[in-house]
């Protein structure tokens, strides 16, 4: 690769990586093309951008956007495609739901081998689980709106009820 297509292909990543708050670096290595294009299918549905890179090319990238992202260093080795996402575990369920399938003793691809997620550094495959359950912020939002919404609808079903019993009770007290 020429140095002006690795410029090129740096900058692409630079921003991409600025564009997406969440990244997951995975190993795709050992799947066939009917399975990669499978899981790029499965990637667009779920808006998460699937892209293989070369791990020094991620590395000036990273560089470039500015912060710390050296526990990512760790994971850079080997076959790399980065799963980039606005959603925090989107990537990580896509990952669970597939290798689900895998047989024991298989090795199952997507590998996870790390995550920059809600700037935080989760590095191997361990932290998977960890990954499906974090919640995304409409989640979030969703579960302190039931919350709110919890006491008013208990003070109005206690006004519903009540009134229903004060007026049963004064129609049994009539008919006495």
């Given at each position: 690769?020429?140095?002006?297509?690795k410029?090129?292909?740096?900058?692409?990543?630079t921003?991409t990586v600025?564009?997406?708050?969440?990244?997951?670096?995975t190993?795709?290595?050992?799947?066939?093309?009917?399975k990669?294009?499978?899981?790029?299918?499965?990637?667009?549905?779920?808006?998460?951008?699937?892209?293989?890179?070369?791990?020094?090319?991620?590395?000036k990238?990273?560089?470039?956007?500015?912060g710390d992202?050296?526990?990512?260093?760790?994971?850079?080795k080997?076959?790399t495609?980065?799963?980039?996402?606005q959603?925090?575990n989107?990537?990580?369920?896509?990952?669970?739901?597939?290798?689900?399938?895998?047989?024991?003793?298989?090795?199952?691809?997507?590998e996870l081998?790390a995550?920059y997620?809600?700037?935080?550094?989760?590095?191997?495959?361990e932290n998977?689980e960890t990954?499906?359950?974090?919640?995304?912020?409409?989640?979030?939002?969703?579960?302190?709106?039931?919350?709110?919404?919890s006491?008013?609808?208990?003070?109005?079903?206690?006004?519903?009820?009540?009134?229903?019993?004060?007026?049963?009770?004064l129609?049994?007290?009539?008919?006495?």
């Amino acid at each position: 690769m020429k140095k002006e297509d690795k410029g090129i292909v740096i900058s692409q990543l630079t921003e991409t990586v600025k564009e997406y708050p969440n990244f997951y670096l995975t190993d795709i290595e050992a799947l066939d093309a009917e399975k990669t294009s499978k899981l790029r299918r499965e990637c667009f549905k779920q808006d998460v951008k699937l892209v293989v890179v070369k791990n020094n090319l991620l590395k000036k990238a990273l560089e470039n956007v500015g912060g710390d992202f050296s526990p990512l260093q760790v994971a850079l080795k080997g076959n790399t495609a980065v799963m980039f996402s606005q959603t925090a575990n989107a990537p990580a369920r896509l990952i669970k739901e597939f290798t689900k399938g895998a047989k024991k003793g298989e090795t199952t691809k997507p590998e996870l081998k790390a995550a920059y997620v809600q700037e935080s550094f989760y590095i191997g495959g361990e932290n998977l689980e960890t990954l499906v359950n974090i919640k995304s912020k409409n989640e979030l939002i969703a579960d302190v709106i039931a919350l709110l919404e919890s006491p008013a609808k208990n003070v109005i079903s206690a006004l519903q009820s009540s009134g229903q019993t004060i007026h049963g009770l004064l129609k049994t007290l009539e008919e006495r």
